[in-house]
């Protein structure tokens, strides 16, 4: 295909900026990881959580390094410029969707341990009535945090890498920005920090499968939006559904349950088809009025 000459500078300048932020990732995690590995760990609280909040905003700086020196422009930390209602709903619906389908399939059939987290005496609703205090408690105690944790991967991974990935003509550009980010994870799955199945390198290779899957539902957010608010939100919703609600109501690790698992996995793709179902056209148009083509979201 042949392109204008204007496009052909876009597309170029775009790959520049994608090798600067790739290039940076390793450099910066470097110093931030060993310090974890080190004084980090259930025997170190507080400073675990300093060094994860310092990992999770690696994106976000290394976008910011690649930008230099058009920062802010690109990342999409504006309010939604399009579809703002559709994208925050879906924000909502899509990880609790994922959550209730993979850990209540689980839990009907037997597949994984269920036991109903502590209620109110007063609070009379049956199972999912519970599950819903449960939530309601998790959000109202950790969705802060979770978002503030969230926005920096966000920033870096929907409001920067997939935006390049399609201004620099590359190939299933929300694949390769899926598949990228399941790697950034991956050393902390294997050396047993992240949660995972019984089996890790089966729990590799499904948990890559339903991270890449909800990346594309994030990047369909963040693209038809022209924000990385809503896939912000999506993200840190999915994080308090998962690691409190749901799996704080399950009582071992199984194959089936947990971002490494097979349920999950399937359901995260379902949700993701359907996501891309009611955004796609915006997706492929590029964003609000074209912006990705144009460089300016």
């Given at each position: 295909m042949?392109?204008?000459?204007?496009?052909?500078?876009?597309?170029?300048?775009?790959?520049?900026?994608?090798?600067?932020?790739?290039?940076?990732?390793?450099?910066?995690?470097?110093v931030?990881?060993?310090?974890?590995?080190?004084?980090?760990g259930?025997a170190?609280?507080?400073?675990?959580?300093?060094y994860?909040v310092?990992l999770?905003w690696?994106?976000?700086l290394a976008?910011?390094i690649?930008l230099l020196?058009?920062f802010?422009?690109?990342?999409?930390?504006?309010?939604p410029?399009?579809r703002?209602?559709?994208t925050?709903?879906?924000?909502v619906l899509g990880?609790l969707a994922v959550a209730v389908?993979?850990?209540?399939?689980?839990?009907?059939a037997?597949?994984?341990?269920?036991?109903?987290?502590?209620?109110?005496?007063w609070f009379?609703?049956?199972?999912?009535?519970?599950?819903?205090h449960s939530?309601?408690?998790?959000l109202?105690?950790?969705?802060?945090?979770w978002?503030?944790l969230?926005l920096?991967?966000?920033?870096g991974?929907?409001g920067?890498l997939?935006v390049?990935?399609?201004r620099?003509?590359t190939?299933?550009p929300?694949?390769?920005?899926?598949?990228i980010?399941?790697?950034?994870?991956?050393p902390?799955?294997?050396?047993g920090?992240y949660?995972a199945?019984?089996?890790?390198?089966?729990?590799?290779v499904?948990f890559?499968v339903?991270?890449t899957?909800?990346?594309?539902?994030?990047?369909a957010?963040?693209?038809?939006?022209g924000?990385?608010?809503?896939?912000?939100?999506?993200?840190?919703?999915?994080?308090?559904f998962?690691?409190?609600?749901?799996?704080?109501?399950t009582?071992?690790?199984?194959p089936w349950?947990r971002?490494s698992?097979v349920?999950t996995?399937?359901?995260?793709?379902?949700?993701a088809v359907l996501t891309l179902?009611?955004l796609?056209p915006?997706?492929r148009s590029?964003?609000?009025?074209?912006s990705?083509r144009?460089g300016?979201?």
């Open positions: 042949t392109f204008p000459p204007g496009r052909i500078r876009a597309i170029q300048a775009a790959r520049r900026a994608l090798a600067r932020f790739l290039i940076a990732i390793p450099f910066l995690v470097a931030p990881l060993a310090l974890r590995f080190r004084w980090g259930p170190h609280p507080a400073t675990d959580f300093a994860t310092v999770e690696i994106p976000a976008a910011v690649a020196p058009n802010p422009g690109g990342l999409g930390l504006g309010p410029r399009s703002g209602v559709t925050f709903a879906l924000a990880p389908i993979s850990y209540g399939i689980a839990w009907a037997e597949l994984a341990p269920f036991r109903l987290p502590p209620a109110p005496a009379g609703a049956g199972t999912w009535g519970v599950m819903l939530i309601a408690f998790h109202r105690r950790g969705l802060a945090g978002l503030l969230a920096g991967e966000e920033i991974w929907r920067f997939v390049q990935l399609k620099a003509d190939p299933l929300l694949l390769a920005c899926g598949l980010w399941s790697a950034w994870h991956w902390g799955l294997l050396i920090s949660p199945g019984p089996d890790r390198m089966i729990s590799l499904v890559t339903t991270l899957s909800f990346s594309y539902s994030l990047a957010l963040r693209i038809a939006s924000s990385v608010w809503p896939a912000t939100l999506a993200h840190a919703l999915w994080n308090s998962f690691f409190d609600s749901f799996e704080g109501a009582l071992a690790s199984t349950t971002e698992g349920l996995a399937v359901a995260s793709i379902v949700v179902a009611v796609g915006a997706v590029g964003g609000p009025g074209g990705l144009r300016s979201s």
